[in-house]
């Protein structure tokens, strides 16, 4: 839970330790600068098209969110590029950024003046290197054990992408990953407060991403019968709160956000965008992929990230949903949203509706989408929904256009 107004209030003696943003690193179909991207959702422009890295002609959904290049000079090198899985590359691309928009250039003479020992990566991804694991099969079946690439293993592995950050920058601090799904994002950047808040790090590398654009990631979700199968139109196909969604639209990239403490920040002179005011996590202990239809599990969490923060229901006035146009999902999101918030001036929307679902990584790219919308006064528009089930408000989620909002 982020606020924009606890980022300034002076500290008292016996205050906690407080966590500050101030830095952000994205990747994404909609762009690879957080100010880019933030400005294309504003815009309501879809990241959806067909998909061109491998065949899709006998996949009954052949689009997703996906990015078409990215330019990773400066950030790595041209061979190690070469061989990375991509979710590695997303995510170091991401946290370099990162550290750029803080004022800290990786490569530059700034975080060389960091306490290194007290700053830690927490970065995580909910599928790991899927195309370095199915390269490594693929050799396995066709060429047997001895000619298999010696990076599939660590390659593949979900904590690979913040630990290869770490070695880059030499982060001494907390290092590891959380894989919990399409929450993956979520828990990381809490963890990774939390960390600062105890006293674990002074600067936390926070976030996630996924790349399962690959034929066994989209086949293994047609499998499921999750995604979407709109073909002839894939930028109209993700449209939460609508009564013809079909499903989700897989998507692709990474976010990092820098975490600092509040101190620590001031004493360098960084721009702070926002302050991590509190969290919480809970289970819904119901269905493998279905949610808890009363809500009870979100309520719940909503609560006590309320209660974590300090705040009341009525200090929150914005919630970049998680709305993945699913049948189950979004109007039992919605519900519980409105009953912990039920306030007129609340207002929602869904950044999956123009970029998909990042899995792993939608928690922390949506991140960055509230923090712009903080530092804007700005939310974008949940596009697509022509036909909002009965009882949404398209008001409250921001149907069709921006809207000038300003984030509490």
């Avoid at 002074?202 to 199968?229: H, Q, V, Y």
């Avoid at 109209?236 to 101190?263: H, I, N, Q």
């Avoid at 979100?298 to 300090?310: F, N, P, T």
Wanted: contains cysteine.
């Amino acid at each position: 839970m982020l606020n924009k107004q606890q980022a300034f209030r002076g500290k008292t003696e016996s205050a906690p330790r407080r966590v500050v943003v101030t830095g952000m690193g994205v990747v994404s179909c909609l762009g690879h600068e957080h100010d880019e991207f933030y400005n294309n959702l504003l815009a309501g422009k879809s990241g959806i098209s067909l998909i061109e890295g491998f065949n899709t002609k006998d996949y009954t959904t052949r689009f997703a969110g996906e990015i078409k290049s990215l330019d990773c000079s400066g950030y790595i090198t041209k061979k190690f590029e070469k061989r990375v899985d991509a979710v590695i590359k997303y995510i170091m691309v991401a946290g370099k950024k990162a550290l750029g928009d803080a004022g800290l250039p990786w490569d530059g003479p700034a975080i060389k003046d960091l306490n290194r020992m007290r700053c830690g990566t927490l970065v995580g991804t909910a599928m790991g290197g899927m195309t370095s694991f199915a390269n490594a099969v693929e050799a396995l079946e066709t060429t047997g054990h001895r000619k298999m690439n010696p990076f599939c293993i660590p390659f593949a592995i979900t904590n690979m992408g913040g630990a290869m950050l770490a070695m880059d920058l030499g982060f001494m601090g907390p290092n590891y990953s959380i894989s919990t799904a399409c929450a993956t994002g979520n828990y990381c950047i809490m963890s990774a407060a939390e960390h600062i808040k105890r006293g674990d790090a002074d600067l936390m590398l926070a976030g996630a991403g996924d790349a399962a654009i690959i034929p066994s990631g989209i086949g293994g979700f047609i499998a499921c019968k999750a995604l979407s199968k709109r073909n002839d139109d894939p930028a109209a196909a993700s449209r939460p709160w609508d009564t013809e969604r079909d499903g989700f639209v897989m998507g692709e990239g990474a976010a990092v956000l820098v975490l600092e403490e509040y101190e620590h920040a001031k004493a360098r002179g960084a721009t702070i965008y926002a302050e991590y005011a509190g969290g919480a996590v809970t289970c819904d202990a119901h269905h493998m992929t279905e949610p808890q239809p009363e809500g009870k599990g979100v309520i719940m969490c909503l609560e006590r990230a309320l209660s974590s923060g300090g705040l009341k229901a009525e200090d929150v006035n914005y919630v970049n949903a998680h709305a993945t146009s699913t049948q189950a999902g979004d109007m039992a999101e919605y519900r519980a949203i409105n009953k912990v918030f039920g306030h007129a001036d609340l207002r929602m929307n869904s950044t999956k509706s123009m970029i998909g679902h990042l899995l792993g990584g939608a928690g922390a790219v949506e991140a960055v989408a509230t923090i712009k919308a903080i530092q804007t006064g700005w939310l974008h528009p949940t596009i697509n929904l022509h036909n909002p089930e009965p009882g949404v408000d398209p008001v409250r989620v921001v149907s069709g256009q921006k809207q000038h909002h300003p984030v509490k």
